[in-house]
């Protein structure tokens, strides 16, 4: 079965750029679309499409893929970007939708 | 503006089928959109569970092993998940989310999660 790759945990310094991977062999042909999810909350779309920002999400987050691995990097993180994070991509048909690990950002 | 929303036991005894609702406002379920369900075990990362569109046409993770159906009623503007024969390992909190087809955004809207334990 198809799987995502995430470290599990990343720690900055407030203001210091963070930076979150996802591997999959699928990656250079498929989408990568990342989620934030706060404790006790429900994920919330911060990147869609390896690099699009939804509405309402800051323009420190920002996303980008290369080869078999996607980045999810924030510019300038604050405390309230900790969370853990989640990236999301389908299998090589399509139909299968695969969650990596998630990665637990810590700012302090 | 769309809004999720889970409902269902909170509770299921082990063997027995885990059923949950997903009512959906804001939207008509009959648009250009799929409807997707995804649970999280506890202290652990997400897993999909699988879509259905408007048409009835359904999508699953085989990691279920064929024990998850959804359905949807557009009658009522929700849509549902079954799974049976549950054991501990399906204790989660589980998740109702769109697709939204027409801009091409995945899981733009998600309900707030429903926890829902095996156990006897």
């Known amino acids: 079965s198809y799987e995502l790759t995430q470290p599990p945990s990343v720690s900055v310094s407030p203001g210091q750029t963070a930076r979150i991977t996802c591997s999959g062999d699928e990656l250079p042909k498929k989408y990568v679309n990342w989620f934030q999810q706060k404790s006790g909350q429900a994920p919330v779309l911060v990147i869609y499409e390896d690099n699009k920002r939804p509405s309402g999400i800051p323009e420190r987050f920002s996303g980008s893929s290369s080869g078999t691995m996607a980045t999810l990097t924030i510019g300038g993180a604050q405390v309230e970007d900790e969370g853990d994070y989640h990236c999301?991509?389908?299998?090589?048909?399509?139909?299968?939708?695969?969650f990596g690990g998630g990665t637990t950002l810590t700012v302090l | 503006q769309v809004q999720l929303q889970e409902s269902g036991p909170g509770l299921v005894k082990p063997s027995g089928t885990l059923s949950l609702t997903c009512a959906v406002s804001g939207v008509s379920i009959s648009t250009n959109n799929w409807w997707n369900w995804v649970r999280q075990p506890p202290g652990k990362g997400l897993e999909w569970i699988g879509e259905?569109?408007?048409?009835?046409?359904?999508k699953y993770n085989p990691s279920l092993k064929s024990r998850a159906t959804i359905s949807v009623d557009k009658s009522k503007n929700q849509f549902s998940l079954k799974v049976t024969s549950v054991t501990a390992a399906d204790t989660a909190v589980y998740y109702c989310a769109r697709d939204n087809n027409v801009d091409d955004i995945p899981l733009d809207f998600w309900g707030r999660g429903i926890l829902v334990t095996v156990s006897s």
């Open positions: 259905i569109y408007q048409t009835g046409h359904t």
């Open positions: 999301y991509s389908p299998d090589s048909s399509g139909d299968l939708r695969v």
